[in-house]
């Protein structure tokens, strides 16, 4: 095994860099800051020697080659929204912009696919998709990530529970590999058995594995109608006891999330306006239920919504509130995509974790996390996919000081995986490894299975440039 | 890298199995033949030394080390029902038998999975998740495999076209690496984002990589009504030149099956009844749609069947015949179960190949696949998911040699796999590789993607004793 130093890069390198993306390379304090970081800095910051805008696959290929034959770690950087730090180039050497590749390709209508560059923002998919009657269905909060970082992390969101995660869309990619080589996986196809599941394996890999260079993405035909519907608890318990019954009832919600009070009224006063009650008949308001169906039709949905009431009601909701037109539904969804912007609006310091646990776990867990959060001088406050247990809960530091903030942080992460693990959980639902959590997951998978990981790591990667000191590493690199 | 030699089974690690799994292991010419190869012994066949019936995965754990430590090759196997050699011993060794770990275990009712040993049926497991209101989506025409292979092959089936195939419904699974190590992958949740998905590289990879003995498959509520049609065509052309015509008129059928005149006159001469109508007001029919369309209730289907009716009548659809009755469903269903029967029943010799090609362009294979196989001496017998463009293509010998069969079928095979990849199709859509397709494979994935595969082989297989010689396989040990 290497004990993979990397180089710097040197003028000459650059002018080789110019050459292959000529006026898209930018160095040293040219490089605008943001890109040292992303949305989550408290993972650490580090600058790229080297910023260049990506245009084609040959370049990419090019650029990595170079980088490959010279030991000079290269960082794959989308629109810099992950939450992992896994777009931020610790290392220093090449940051390869995917931004600018960012056209949508080739509808193709008849196999129900789109083939785009992997810079294309999630929400341009999303609204060129839902003019052709045609639904791109993963639906993760970050409506500006791009469709390339959303593979690279296997992004989820709020449709997972009813549609599946990204990795359910992906047909085929082209792939930059550490070396330098291209190549291409999967096919426009519904199925396959054809050898192991590169893909699969490039899925989720945060740009540790290779650059994906052009997707092929499934696409659903849009569904005819959908209705929400906001549903206030007087407690959190209660709130997520009703769960299971949405699915035991054979109602099939395409998306069904939970919040907090806490979270609701920090996104109201980061808003401006109220949306969501906050008490019924007296009876202040705990937690809230956000539900939306879709269907073949407003008629169809009308028995699902009935169905749906009765079913909360009887299981302790305060009330059921419909929103039923484009308006009411835009107004209830845009409180849920805010929390995160009014969390930080309203914090110094912010540390997330993303557990994903058994459906039936919510609510035993979130009680355990809430009891321990007790303990440290840090709010805790939660939201997240109930439909699909993938929950969201964020440590916000208030006045303490960073480095007793972190000191405590990590100690309460350590108590919360443990117990994510004890309840048949795991590490992440979505946001993913990068950075920032993978002394967790080198815990929590254990030795065996880090084996495996690195070793696949270093099939692909022999020389270790590619996206260097995320998600695994053997140790003899760190 | 090392050179792969193994070593043979000798009487002292009899007695070492025997000790492991006692009454279980049986040896030499006590193994019965059929363990000797699958249902596609065109492959080839070979006799393991060594039988073992597994029991636990604490057993199989303590048996592979002992293989791991004496480089023995190990095969594990499920009910023999594979179509590409991969469950056979060629090169001898330890065969482990998986179906008497057969138990379902435990239903989880509020997260909709249920655990199994892996040698349960893929029939036991349907009916028996049917008498609980649920359905486990996946439905591969061989209904008495195990879902531990299942699973191994990514067995794909008549539903995938709606639900997808079997990789879409593993949550989690113990399996037993090549080290004898047992790991634990996955979790009972339907998002992750956890680091490589070291799960997707188990499914699919046919028992090459470690021996799954526990799984935890996610199962879905049983829909409430569904109605199959059988739609003659006057031809095949005009038959697969509808398929696109159901998914942009937003029909979503849960299976969508063409067969062409001649596997239906088989198989009806095979079960002894006519189901199929061979002729219509003078027209012969040269080729069918089997449709199945499910929902919540049998009216939401009637308005289904009207528009799909519509559909197909104006596309040049012959009739739409109704099967909705149980009894009419079944023998619908029973002809298009019976077709793999039929054929060996009528052929001495059989090869055939499970191509997938994307939807829009099943039609123009098919007829270069006919074309191409009027060249030579064996018959072409085609049937397939033209929802999701796996077709099967059976070269049917008729009286020719065994050589010459083989002979021109490989030149056959090469042809049409080639012109399945210029379309924009991959070598298997459901069968897999294993030992048959291998050749086909590396060249048709070519260099880099093998490279990647073997690679990856090696990392969880440092001896290369887990299934050898299937799938990919280093050159050094070929």
Same mark, same amino acid.
């Given at each position: ?30 490089i ?34 170079l980088?490959?034959?010279?030991s ?12 992992t ?82 990795? &359910?869309?992906?047909? %085929?990619?082209?792939? *930059? ?5 291209? #190549?291409? @996986?999967? !096919? ?23 650059i994906?260079?052009?997707?092929t ?78 269907? &073949?039709?407003?008629? %169809?949905?009308?028995? *699902? ?5 009765? #079913?909360? @009601?009887? !299981? ?71 439909g ?44 993913g ?7 967790? @997951? ?6 065996v ?30």
């Open positions: 095994m290497s004990n993979f130093t990397y180089n710097k890069v040197t003028p000459e390198l650059v002018e080789q860099f110019e050459a292959i993306a000529p006026g898209k390379v930018i160095t040293g304090d040219s605008n800051p943001d890109y040292a970081k992303d949305e989550m800095p408290i993972y650490g910051t580090g600058a790229p020697e080297v910023l260049i805008e990506a245009t084609s696959t040959e370049a990419v290929s090019s650029i990595v080659k980088c490959y034959e010279h000079i770690p290269v960082v794959p950087r989308g629109a810099g929204t992950g939450l730090g896994a777009g931020v180039a610790h290392q220093g050497g090449v940051m390869i912009d995917m931004t600018k590749m960012n056209r949508i390709l080739e509808y193709d209508m008849e196999n129900f696919v789109v083939r785009v560059q992997p810079g294309v923002l999630l929400n341009d998919l999303a609204e060129d998709a839902q003019k052709r009657g045609l639904l791109y269905a993963p639906d993760p909060g970050e409506k500006f990530a791009t469709l390339g970082g959303n593979v690279a992390t296997n992004a989820g969101g709020m449709r997972a529970v009813k549609y599946g995660a990204t990795r &359910d869309y992906v047909r %085929a990619m082209t792939v *930059v590999l550490p070396t330098g080589e291209v #190549v291409k @996986l999967g !096919a426009t196809v519904s199925k396959t058995s054809t050898g192991y599941s590169l893909i699969n394996m490039l899925i989720g890999s945060e740009g540790t594995l290779g994906i260079t052009e997707l993405l499934k696409l659903l035909a849009k569904p005819a109608a959908d209705i929400s519907l906001i549903i206030p608890y007087e407690n959190l318990e209660e709130c997520i006891a009703t769960v299971p019954l949405f699915f035991l009832n054979h109602l099939q919600p395409q998306a069904l999330e939970f919040m907090e009070r806490e979270i609701v009224l920090s996104s109201e006063r980061y808003l401006g306006r109220s949306i969501f009650p906050q008490e019924h008949d007296g009876v202040e308001i705990g937690a809230y239920l956000l539900v939306t169906f879709d269907g &073949d039709s407003a008629e %169809a949905l009308e028995s *699902v919504v009935e169905k749906a009431a009765e #079913v909360v @009601l009887e !299981a302790g909701a305060i009330d059921v509130l419909i929103a039923d037109t484009p308006a009411k539904k835009k107004d209830a969804w845009a409180a849920r995509s805010s929390f995160l912007e009014a969390i930080e609006a309203e914090t110094k310091l912010l540390d997330e974790c993303d557990v994903v646990v058994p459906v039936n776990q919510i609510a035993k867990y979130l009680t355990y996390v809430n009891g321990v959060g007790e303990k440290y001088d840090f709010a805790v406050k939660s939201f997240g996919h109930a699909d247990g993938n929950l969201h809960i964020y440590t916000c530091s208030n006045d303490m000081e960073e480095d007793e903030f972190k000191r405590q942080v990590d100690e309460f992460m350590w108590d919360i995986y443990r117990k994510a693990q004890e309840v048949g959980g795991l590490l992440s639902g979505e946001h490894i990068g950075y920032g959590k993978m002394t967790y @997951l080198s815990e929590l998978s254990g030795p299975s880090m084996r495996l990981m690195e070793g696949i790591k270093e099939v692909f990667d022999p020389k270790m440039i590619m996206n260097p000191g995320k998600v695994c590493y053997p140790l003899e690199a760190k």
